[in-house]
């Protein structure tokens, strides 16, 4: 083995790529000419299914070289470059042969890059995938002739962010940036976590108003659909996806019984739920948007606090909006509960009058303050980009006038995102930016913090640094798991901190020996004082996994060994641990051959993109049904977009409740157009208010029927 391995040292040391710093490419070549052109992705669906507390990601792409002239007789390599998050497990490739789905097997790297090039060189048919570095891979396909697509899946395993009983993801749409021609749309299939119980997921950042639909087939069961449009997919803000967990009351514990008796687990631990010490939270959030200030526009700040408000409160917690325009605008004269609906209902007034686009920052702060004041506890955060107390003097003069005119300033929080145009100006031997001088006394003088977007931080990242720096901690915590009678072994812990947040997750993957309890010994000092508490776990409640479980663990394993400068000894043993559980390795590889070489038709692998109620034509629009808000308090807006012009006489718009019965017909004016919006005040043919619920928007058009989910709150 050990020549081999000091090949594999060589090889990957020579293929660090030179294309670290960007998010994918995509190439068309001839293997034996250098010239080369950027490929085209046709065709790509996301097919996601939650793992306990992590998401399986099924990526379907079809490559092409539309748009470069070359002919049937042409035959290319497609070359696809492309990043993903270092806590990522590769897990599986497949690649299309005719009808035939190949499932790739895994080998050392050395034996199946000669494999490969050894066919490429006979312009015979394989697919190959690399990990090139802790967030880099390659993935290479030949032959493709000139006139025709390749399909592959790609498959690999994420950890999802926990939050209270929900969990959410970044959807990875930055996968198909590279593409020559423009995709027209993506697929987002999510399935159940059981057969018993449908996904109900929903974006809440960036494409808010795409709505997932509730679909059956006959063969694959319930799933949620959902169609990204080229701005969505093209958006540099990427869709956050998000959807229930397994979580209960803090805590998940997941194990998969191994073949010869070992079991492997997975326990998710949020330590306030847990340990009921969670404090709830009142927050006021305040917008302040100058738009000559910032290349974010509004529709995108609205879009980041829905995401703030969903990912950072929680059950208990109470939250206000409030923002400027020649007034101040508030969302309630009272705290509102943080749940969904009521988010998404304040979210959805705002954006009907959203904020101005010049600032009002010391009324907007002055009426806040009071409001705090009114209400007897509760804490500011404040999301600006104004510069308009850009000078020392006229700050300290704003920050006296608030302190006077309330008995206590609550603590405020300053995410700042001016980064443009921007006031410089010199106080005390220092050079300070637009309001910078007055949010660091600011948030110094409330016992507040500070972030700002030219600390080579998106908004995204400020907001989360200004919510992870506030919130109750553990000053000191520790965990130890095992089972009543045996041990736990093989342990990798991830979100461990030495300060650790009550609502910030602790993850564990690791191994069982033994029978019993699983037991969580819990240890360290909250608000002042030690604690030493145990959980017991009963075995027989755990959630059954299936053998991914295992292929997350080695994953964390083969992870932790690759950031050890592995010696030739240790790359043994990740290529062992890589073999057996076909998760990819620096040292190892996924080669597809088509079968005349050895490679296996699969039986058993399953093409989720076929689970569809409708047929799609190839190069032909769908029809988009979408509707915002949603939930909704007032009214909603239905959107439908067509593939060619349609006259709305052809078109029937019925709103159903969850007993089937129709309850509202709406009426499209105008002519024919491949556009059209309706508005539904949540009444009834006879005008009546319609009771808070579930209904379906049912769009009958020419090409079939599409529906949409809305909720009503009264």
């Given at each position: 083995m050990k020549p081999v391995v000091t090949t594999l040292l060589l090889l990957v040391a020579a293929v660090t790529p030179l294309w670290a710093q960007n998010y994918a490419q995509l190439r068309v070549q001839d293997p034996q000419q250098w010239a080369s052109n950027v490929g085209t992705i046709e065709e790509a669906t996301f097919s996601i299914r939650p793992k306990g507390v992590y998401l399986e990601y099924g990526l379907f792409l079809t490559f092409s070289a539309q748009g470069h002239g070359y002919t049937q007789h042409d035959t290319l390599e497609v070359q696809y470059y492309f990043e993903l998050p270092p806590e990522a497990i590769v897990t599986d490739s497949w690649l299309w042969v005719g009808d035939d789905i190949i499932q790739a097997d895994i080998r050392d790297r050395w034996t199946a890059n000669n494999v490969y090039e050894g066919i490429v060189s006979r312009r015979l048919d394989p697919s190959i995938l690399y990990k090139n570095s802790p967030t880099q891979y390659e993935l290479r396909i030949f032959p493709m002739a000139g006139t025709e697509s390749r399909r592959v899946k790609l498959t690999y395993l994420m950890p999802a962010e926990l939050s209270g009983e929900q969990m959410a993801d970044v959807l990875p749409t930055h996968l198909l940036w590279p593409s020559h021609q423009p995709l027209q749309q993506a697929r987002v299939l999510v399935w159940p976590d059981s057969d018993t119980e449908p996904p109900d997921p929903t974006f809440v950042e960036g494409p808010a108003s795409v709505a997932f639909e509730q679909k059956t087939d006959q063969q694959f069961g319930a799933f949620a659909e959902a169609r990204l449009s080229t701005s969505h997919i093209r958006a540099q803000a990427k869709p956050k996806?998000?959807?229930?967990?397994?979580?209960?009351?803090?805590?998940?514990?997941?194990?998969?019984?191994?073949?010869?008796?070992?079991?492997?687990?997975?326990?998710?631990?949020?330590?306030?739920?847990?340990?009921?010490?969670?404090?709830?939270?009142?927050?006021?959030?305040?917008?302040?948007?100058?738009?000559a200030k910032t290349a974010v526009s509004v529709n995108q700040l609205i879009d980041q606090t829905r995401a703030l408000l969903m990912d950072e409160l929680g059950p208990g917690d109470r939250f206000n909006l409030m923002f400027s325009q020649l007034d101040v605008r508030r969302a309630s004269d009272g705290w509102?509960?943080?749940?969904?609906?009521?988010?998404?209902?304040?979210?959805?007034?705002?954006?009907?009058?959203?904020?101005?686009?010049?600032?009002?920052?010391?009324?907007?702060?002055?009426?806040?303050?009071?409001?705090?004041?009114?209400?007897?506890?509760?804490?500011?955060?404040?999301?600006?980009?104004?510069?308009?107390?850009?000078?020392?003097?006229?700050?300290?003069?704003?920050?006296?006038?608030?302190?006077?005119?309330?008995?206590?300033?609550?603590?405020?929080?300053?995410?700042?995102f001016a980064d443009r145009n921007l006031n410089y100006y010199s106080f005390g031997g220092r050079t300070y930016r637009a309001n910078e001088f007055f949010y660091l006394n600011l948030t110094r003088t409330t016992n507040g913090t500070y972030a700002t977007v030219r600390d080579n931080m998106t908004l995204r990242e400020a907001i989360e640094q200004v919510f992870r720096l506030d919130g109750s901690a553990f000053t000191s915590f520790d965990l130890h798991t095992s089972l009543s009678s045996g041990f736990s072994h093989s342990r990798y812990t991830v979100g461990l901190a030495s300060v650790q947040r009550a609502d910030e997750p602790v993850v564990q993957v690791g191994q069982l020996e033994g029978t019993g309890d699983f037991t969580v010994e819990l240890s360290g000092v909250y608000e002042g004082e030690v604690f030493n508490q145990r959980l017991t776990l009963p075995m027989d409640q755990a959630a059954r996994a299936d053998a991914t479980l295992e292929a997350f663990w080695a994953g964390h394993k083969i992870r932790a060994l690759e950031e050890s400068n592995p010696s030739n000894a240790t790359i043994?043993?990740?290529?062992?641990?890589?073999?057996?559980?076909?998760?990819?390795?620096?040292?190892?590889?996924?080669?597809?051959?088509?079968?005349?070489?050895?490679?296996?038709?699969?039986?058993?692998?399953?093409?989720?993109?076929?689970?569809?109620?409708?047929?799609?034509?190839?190069?032909?629009?769908?029809?988009?049904?979408?509707?915002?808000?949603?939930?909704?308090?007032r009214h909603t807006t239905l959107t439908l977009s067509l593939p060619q012009p349609t006259d709305p006489a052809e078109i029937t718009v019925?709103?159903?409740?969850?007993?089937?019965?129709?309850?509202?017909?709406?009426?499209?004016?105008?002519?024919?157009?491949?556009?059209?919006?309706?508005?539904?005040?949540?009444?009834?043919?006879?005008?009546?208010?319609?009771?808070?619920?579930t209904y379906l928007i049912v769009v009958t058009t020419p090409t079939g029927r599409h529906t949409v989910k809305v909720a009503l709150i009264r």
């Open positions: 996806l998000r959807l229930q967990s397994q979580v209960a009351q803090g805590v998940y514990l997941g194990v998969y019984p191994k073949p010869g008796g070992a079991q492997v687990y997975q326990l998710a631990l949020l330590p306030g739920q847990a340990l009921n010490a969670t404090s709830n939270r009142s927050v006021a959030v305040l917008l302040d948007f100058d738009a509102l509960p943080a749940d969904e609906a009521t988010i998404d209902t304040a979210i959805g007034w705002m954006r009907g009058s959203p904020p101005s686009s010049y600032s009002n920052l010391p009324r907007l702060l002055a009426d806040a303050t009071a409001f705090i004041e009114a209400q007897g506890e509760g804490e500011i955060v404040l999301v600006t980009s104004s510069d308009q107390v850009g000078n020392a003097e006229t700050a300290n003069q704003l920050l006296n006038d608030l302190q006077a005119r309330v008995a206590a300033l609550p603590p405020i929080h300053v995410v700042d043994a043993e990740i290529i062992d641990l890589s073999l057996d559980t076909r998760v990819l390795s620096r040292y190892t590889a996924f080669l597809a051959l088509e079968p005349s070489l050895g490679g296996t038709p699969c039986d058993t692998c399953r093409d989720d993109t076929a689970a569809t109620t409708t047929e799609q034509p190839v190069g032909e629009r769908a029809v988009v049904a979408t509707a915002y808000p949603n939930p909704f308090r019925q709103v159903f409740n969850v007993l089937g019965q129709v309850v509202r017909t709406l009426t499209l004016e105008g002519g024919p157009s491949e556009q059209f919006e309706v508005l539904w005040d949540g009444t009834d043919n006879a005008g009546q208010q319609l009771g808070s619920g």
